[in-house]
């Protein structure tokens, strides 16, 4: 039978561990056109943040 050569980490282990907990971002939806978008970014449809226009978007 193959056994490991040396002992595996705590730090291995965890690390092997965490990438399971990574999700899908999660998406905003901007109350005016109801498009979705990713949170604390500017809405690229209508150039939107936070109820203010900040980005001039050719329609």
Known sequence: MANPKRKQ???R?????AANAFKAPQFA?????????RP???NPNNGMYRGR?????EV
């Open 13 to 17: 282990s965890a690390n092997r561990r």
């Open 29 to 37: 939806k901007d109350p005016t056109d109801g498009t979705a978008f």
């Open 53 to 57: 226009q900040v980005l001039d978007v």
């Open 9 to 11: 980490s705590k730090r």
């Open 40 to 42: 604390h970014h500017v």
